[in-house]
């Protein structure tokens, strides 16, 4: 597949990021194609949300993923990225949506994955929308921004520990592979990123209803210097956690995401009785 480069067809065509799409346009290809390398094998097909002018795109192909399926919301992208689609020949197709609303998990053929730059502003929203569908997906390669790959990755007892943390690694197993600087990125952003991998778990990890883990980690993590007693005074206190097989005078950092499952389990049965 041989094409201009990228920065040359950019300039020709003036198209500049936009800061109300949350755009950072990244270009250095030894950059994109270790993002694409960090997702193979590759699944029957890979999903990119927020191609822009189509650098991870790119490097998809060129790494060998034989259906490429790019998710935009920028109509000025879908025109530009046309050049991409002539030359990839079949490999590759544009969707013009907006990925917030996009039934992503039902594209395409499973097994299936994203490998995705983010756009900062709505990654953790897409992050947790797409984990309710976790078995549609093999496997997620995704940028955040450093601050929010470390809480997501983070384990018990980590500062960065908290309800972000517990509701993705409930479905997938979480690992952060590197960081880009923000002078990778044009423009360049004030942070810098960091490139995570997330495996969906073939069953979340302990048994629980979704909503009641979102509750109890909300009441939990609401007050997170106070100890569990005091946080969950209003569903019995100490003997609300001590039924959870847990120490009333622990403190939600303190808690391994099993612990919390238990506690979700506990309050459903108290939701049915109220």
């Given amino acids: 597949m041989a094409l201009p480069l990228l920065r040359d067809l950019v300039q020709a065509a003036d198209l500049k990021a936009r800061k109300s799409l949350g755009q950072n346009f990244l270009f250095d290809l030894n950059l994109t194609s270790k993002i694409a390398r960090a997702g193979t094998p590759f699944a029957n097909t890979v999903i990119e949300i927020g191609p822009g002018p189509g650098g991870?795109?790119?490097s998809l192909l060129l790494e060998g993923a034989k259906e490429v399926i790019a998710v935009e919301k920028d109509?000025?992208?879908?025109?530009f990225l046309e050049h991409l689609v002539k030359a990839a020949d079949?490999?590759?197709s544009v969707i013009e949506a907006d990925a917030l609303a996009e039934p992503v998990w039902e594209l395409g053929t499973a097994?299936?994955?994203?490998?995705?730059?983010?756009p900062y502003n709505i990654a953790t929203t897409l992050l947790l929308q797409w984990l309710e569908h976790a078995p549609s997906f093999a496997s997620f390669i995704l940028m955040f921004q450093k601050e929010v790959a470390m809480r997501i990755i983070a384990n018990p007892g980590d500062a960065a520990y908290g309800r972000l943390s517990i509701i993705t690694q409930w479905r997938a197993e979480a690992e952060a592979i590197f960081d880009i600087p923000p002078?990778?990125?044009i423009p360049p952003p004030k942070i810098t990123s960091t490139v995570v991998r997330l495996i969906p778990r073939a069953k979340p990890l302990a048994d629980c209803e979704p909503a009641d883990l979102e509750a109890v980690t909300?009441?939990?993590f609401g007050q997170r210097r106070k100890m569990l007693r005091a946080s969950f005074k209003a569903y019995g206190g100490a003997d609300f956690i001590e039924a959870a097989g847990l120490e009333p005078s622990s403190r939600p950092q303190e808690v391994p995401i099993e612990g919390f499952c238990a506690l979700a389990r506990l309050y459903h049965e108290h939701q049915k009785e109220r």
């Fill in 75 to 79: 109509r000025r992208v879908i025109g």
């Fill in 90 to 92: 079949g490999h590759l």
């Fill in 111 to 118: 097994p299936r994955q994203i490998i995705a730059n983010l």
């Fill in 56 to 58: 991870l795109t790119r």
């Fill in 218 to 220: 909300a009441i939990a």
């Fill in 183 to 185: 002078e990778a990125f």
